[in-house]
């Protein structure tokens, strides 16, 4: 294993009606004016966010609360955010929701601590995030894992970038997760969140420094887990146990658990990105899409790494088998789960259609955001591989 610093300082309620506990969470930090953030419709439809405000204004805290996060959340709310809670004088911004929301309220607290900058000049590396106001989550969809992660991905609407911008002062002071809150989710959402909390382990399982380690151990446990219980959640809706595993899963699969003594590759995330960005696909919808064939074009770099992977994770015997033939069962097992849960496997699946090759170029290149990088650290892509996953998915 290599070496690795593992810094994740959130502190998790995890539990039944630990929303209330949100205003004295807050109180505790020594704040006082909260600018909450929250989605369209489900959070105040469930009545989750007057039971928040209810517990902000016991605490004796004063609230302004922005709603109407998008999913792919949009930089111009994050600037009316970050407006508003200059406008209140907020000390604390509170995200009710999910991935989304939690990103929002990141750029909101970037923002409003840097009044003088522009939000998209910090994601867009132009200028430098020394500092952010304190944030905390309440969390309503197993999924994204921003409630642990020092992640916010935003999406500039005018350019039609999705871009994502890491700092430890993204981290959330604390999460609330009571799974009971994700029991309004629709299927389609659920089977998103299963996608995206295995991409973030699988992001990390495959990197270039793989070895027998308990990292992997980790990562294989956390996996099945998620397997397991997102067929059951889709299967019996309503069931508060899978949910619960699922969202406890979501936040360790992407607080940088499942990845430590290995660099992250997130090559998978970053072409879903830009599908995100020119069609405003859902981001654990674009993963399934493109994830087989950005494995069946990287199977070669390390077969064994694809047959322990099947073995481990989906109980796959390699005997009889050449490394590539259980690669490449390990690889259709995994596409295979991802259809049953509804997901699609590649691009018309997805619902953009069969592209042109105009498009595949198109998304190539902002992938490499305009030939300024390549991705990837397992097999590390430029622009011409990345146009050839593409062009596999496409179909
Ligand atoms: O707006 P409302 O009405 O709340 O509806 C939302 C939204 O339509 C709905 N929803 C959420 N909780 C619900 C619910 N509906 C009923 N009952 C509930 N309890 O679900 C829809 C999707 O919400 P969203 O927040 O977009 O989902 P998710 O958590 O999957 O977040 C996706 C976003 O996070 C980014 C993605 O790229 C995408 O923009 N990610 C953020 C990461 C991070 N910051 O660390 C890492 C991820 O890899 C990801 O990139
Ligand atoms: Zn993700």
């Known amino acids: ?39 369209g419709k489900s959070a105040a439809a469930s009545g989750l966010l007057g039971r928040v405000e209810g517990s902000l204004k016991e605490s004796g805290l004063a609230v302004r609360t922005l709603s109407g996060v998008q999913p792919n959340p949009r930089l111009s709310l994050a600037r009316e955010g970050v407006r508003q809670a200059l406008e209140f004088g907020a000390d604390f911004v509170l995200a009710v929701g999910g991935g989304s929301v939690i990103d929002t309220a990141k750029a909101v607290a970037d923002g409003a601590a840097n009044p003088e900058t522009d939000v998209w000049q910090f994601w867009l590396r132009k200028a430098p995030l020394t500092r952010s106001l304190p944030l905390g989550a309440v969390l309503t969809i197993p999924a994204a894992g921003s409630e642990c992660s020092d992640s916010a991905v935003l999406t500039n609407e005018e350019t039609h970038e999705k871009r994502g911008l890491s700092s430890d002062l993204h981290r959330p002071r604390f999460a609330i997760l009571n799974p009971a809150l994700t029991l309004t989710l629709p299927p389609y959402q659920v089977a998103c969140g299963v996608v995206d909390i295995m991409m973030h382990t699988m992001d990390r399982y495959f990197n270039p420094a793989t070895d027998n380690n308990l990292t992997d151990e980790l990562a294989e446990g956390l996996l099945r887990c998620t397997i397991q219980n997102g067929r059951r959640a889709l299967e019996h809706p309503g069931d508060l146990h899978a949910m619960s595993e699922l969202m406890w899963a979501g936040s360790l699969s992407h607080n940088g658990l499942t990845g430590l003594g290995g660099a992250k590759d997130f090559a998978p995330h970053q072409l879903g990105h830009e599908l995100s960005a020119m069609f405003d696909a859902t981001h654990g919808a674009t993963l399934a899409a493109v994830w087989g064939s950005w494995a069946r074009y990287c199977l070669d770099t390390n077969p064994d790494r694809f047959v322990r992977f099947g073995s481990r994770v989906w109980g796959l015997d390699a005997s009889g088998k050449t490394p590539q033939e259980a690669a490449l069962a390990a690889i259709q097992a995994t596409e295979q789960f991802f259809r049953s849960l509804g997901m699609p496997t590649c691009l018309s699946e997805l619902g953009c259609g069969v592209l042109e090759e105009a498009t595949l170029k198109e998304l190539a290149y902002r992938c490499t ?4 990088r390549t991705i990837g650290t397992f097999r590390v892509l430029n622009e011409a591989d990345i146009l050839a996953i593409y062009q596999l998915a496409n179909h």
């Open 1 to 39: 294993m290599q070496s690795f610093e593992f810094y994740s300082p959130t502190r998790i309620l995890f539990g039944a009606d630990t929303e209330l506990q949100a205003g004295a969470q807050i109180r505790g930090l020594g704040c006082g004016r909260v600018l909450l953030v929250c989605g």
């Open 369 to 372: 955001y305009y030939q300024t």
